[in-house]
């Protein structure tokens, strides 16, 4: 049980992020991320700073929920194994349902005051996203829970066709500013990098324990990556 216990508490790291992706009206992706990554459930542990941008082949992805190191090894081996990006994601969901499924049963029986917040808010949320036959694609994957009638935790996960903005990790605050905060037309129209990054930055200023600076961003564009702004010392992750 305490060996158990211990893997839960490394395990369950805390998604607070802000990670936003927009196929701008120039045909081109602009990604932005925060770089803060905290954690839930281990106090002792000091925020870290991580670029939450991967690649494999030719298919990027952004990452935002509890476990992120099996989130991470698990798209990494879907995408391996799978240059058919809805191959990779198909393969990538039935592995992280069985992950969570066997994670949450062990929490449900040592740490059960644990599970409303779950089922409340979600597992994760992944995007996927790239150019594939010359056109901008993006394609979100988001695992959530339930209560089945014997009382199990049951998960699940469901795939949504993005066709312009993608937000994932704590977007709230975004849905709900203040349209003075927000950044104008002209800016996505004309700075669609900038766009992006004052998105990412209201969430920043409204939840600072817990997302955070630098911003990274990125243009894709069809077969050029350019980093606008990448954090260079940011940890292995």
């Given at each position: ?72 090894q698990n798209t990494n081996q879907s995408l391996t194994e ?11 969901g039935r592995a992280m349902t069985a992950h969570y499924d ?127 702004r990448k954090n260079e010392t940011a940890a292995a992750y």
């Amino acid at each position: 049980m305490l060996i158990i216990g211990l893997w839960l508490v490394c395990s369950l790291k805390c998604f607070s992020t802000c990670i936003v992706i927009y196929v701008a009206d120039n045909g081109h992706i602009y990604v932005a991320a925060d770089s803060k990554r905290t954690f839930y459930f281990a106090d002792n542990k000091q925020p870290e700073s991580i670029c939450k941008i991967h690649k494999v082949g030719q298919t990027y992805f952004a990452i935002a929920g509890i476990d992120d190191g099996a989130l991470l090894q698990n798209t990494n081996q879907s995408l391996t194994e799978n240059t058919n990006p809805d191959t990779a994601i198909s393969r990538f969901g039935r592995a992280m349902t069985a992950h969570y499924d066997h994670l949450l049963a062990d929490m449900q029986l040592y740490y059960p005051e644990k599970i409303d917040h779950f089922l409340e808010n979600g597992l994760a949320q992944v995007s996927f996203f790239g150019f594939y036959n010359g056109k901008p694609r993006i394609i979100d994957i988001e695992f959530v829970c339930r209560l089945g009638v014997n009382g199990k935790v049951i998960t699940s996960y469901s795939v949504q066709e993005i066709r312009d903005l993608a937000v994932i990790g704590m977007s709230r605050d975004i849905a709900y500013a203040n349209y003075k905060d927000m950044p104008s037309n002209y800016t996505r129209n004309h700075n669609p990098d900038l766009y992006v990054e004052k998105l990412v930055e209201i969430e920043i200023k409204s939840q600072p324990q817990s997302v955070g600076g630098p911003v990274d961003v990125l243009e894709l564009q069809p077969g050029k990556e350019i980093w606008i702004r990448k954090n260079e010392t940011a940890a292995a992750y």
